[in-house]
Nanobody
Framework: VQLVESGGGSVPAGGSLTLSCTTS??????MAWFRQGPGKEREGVAF????????GYADSVKGRFTISKDNAKKTLYLQMNSLKPEDTGIYYC??????????????????????WGQGTQVTVS
């Protein structure tokens, strides 16, 4: 399974970016975005379930970020608006076959995912 992120870059505070994650094996998996800021641990940002019917977000990004899937393109997206300097970090796409229901905070734990992309840098200044 390959996950390839793209769309990162440098933007001013208040700006927007859309990240993409293309997959080699889509198969209605549970997918998520994580990020790792400088000197920080990797944290969950957003997830969508296998049918894209349930989505969850970290409190820090609610109302600003939107996760979505395009099954035909085998691509996961993260639309990021009203970006803040604290959103700076490397953003990773993650996937897992099993998508059993669990609270959002558990679904946004790194241990739930076995497949990871290489990351894309987002810098907000």
């Amino acid at each position: 399974v390959q996950l390839v992120e793209s769309g990162g870059g440098s933007v001013p505070a208040g700006g927007s970016l859309t990240l993409s994650c293309t997959t080699s094996n889509y198969a209605n998996w549970c997918m998520a975005w994580f990020r790792q800021g400088p000197g920080k641990e990797r944290e969950g940002v957003a997830f969508t379930d296998d049918g894209d019917s349930r989505r969850g977000y970290a409190d820090s990004v609610k109302g600003r970020f939107t996760i979505s899937k395009d099954n035909a393109k085998k691509t996961l997206y993260l639309q990021m608006n009203s970006l803040k300097p604290e959103d700076t970090g490397i953003y990773y796409c993650a996937a897992e076959v099993s998508c059993a229901w669990m609270p959002v905070f558990k679904r946004l734990d790194t241990v739930r995912y076995n497949y990871w992309g290489q990351g894309t840098q987002v810098t907000v200044s």
